[in-house]
């Protein structure tokens, strides 16, 4: 919204300064295929104070991910009210939403598995014909795009960077993976691959699908009669090309994926809290797992509530630069990891990855730079939420990691 027709390009550019880290989060995974992903690569790295400050912070990143995902889910959930002419209230919606995915991720990942994927198969898939269609339709205007793009980027250049900062919270799915490496199969092969050839589709299916979403239509469909950005684009879209029914077959599936989000966004941040428990850096009741379900209930159910506090306090706008900052700032630390770790020291004998990233140090170099320039641009906000962050974990580490950790390590 921030960049009207030119929007791919903020994908394409955040998937470019994505690939460093997915590169370097594919290495640290192949040697360290444990549940928790980028908190433990950290801890090792850096020490149990870094890992504290990383570990939440990855977690209350996670976190509003998932509450971003289910105030978005709220929106495609009124295009549907609103055409069924059925009166609903958003907040109660929202948190049933909650507490029955809370509940999904106590009963177990296989659950969640099982409702995530057709969903987003069957989403991607109409998307992709709708806009395949609309590329052969008469009235398609590639300039569109391209103009749109070129004139943001010659009058404004900051604009794009601060899109693309913006739109990254869209790439967090892809770290993910690496937070559940300890349920993977052959995790030393299949990380990395699963990470980068995720990362190549999915960059390709934003920056397709908002090219094409930006050609087929004329004038500024994407803002609401007030003049601001809709939180439901792709239900926007779909009635403005195809027909309102279209629309609400998108709106339905556009409302699951987005609840699938939210799902799998708070499976992977209850396991960071897990993962530092275990360490001795949070109490222990936080490690403990279900008897039945094997689950760590505890971790799941305070993130839970932590989600619902966010989506009744934040605004939407502020959720999403939080998110993205905070992820970013992880990244660049991520591509740090790969440049200590890889230095010859007697200390770090112990890191023997199967998968090494190709042009380093330079590919890291590159990922710390643009990760830097975009957390700078993206403002104070963001700035803020790492700044909170940082406190909260050394705060967190002072009082309660200090003694546990080193008492467990004796």
Known sequence: SVMGPGIWLAFLLAGIVFLPGTLSKSELASAMPVNGGAYVYLERSFGPLVGTISGL???????LKSAFALIGFSAYMYAVTNYLDITTNSTFVIMSALALITILNILGIKKVKAFQTPILALTTILILLICVFQLFDASFDFS???DGALD??????LLVAEAAALVFVAYAGIYKAGALGGEVKEPEKNL???MLISLLLITLLYV???FIMMGA???EWWLDSNGSPREDPIFAFVDAVVATEVGIVMALLAFLTMISGALSGLLAAS???FAMAKDCLLPDRLSETNQKFGTPQWSIILTGVAMGVCILTLPVKDVAKLASGFQIMVIVALNACVMVLRRENPETEWYQPTFKSPLYPYVQIFGIIAGGILVALMGSKAIIGAVAAIILGVATYQTYGVKHHSADRD
């Open 152 to 157: 943001v980027t010659k009058n404004d250049p």
């Open 208 to 210: 397709v699908v908002t």
């Open 192 to 194: 990395p691959q699963g």
């Open 144 to 146: 569109r795009p391209m």
């Open 217 to 219: 239509v004329e004038g």
């Open 271 to 273: 396991r960071f809290l």
């Open 57 to 63: 912070g990855l977690w209350a990143s996670f976190l």
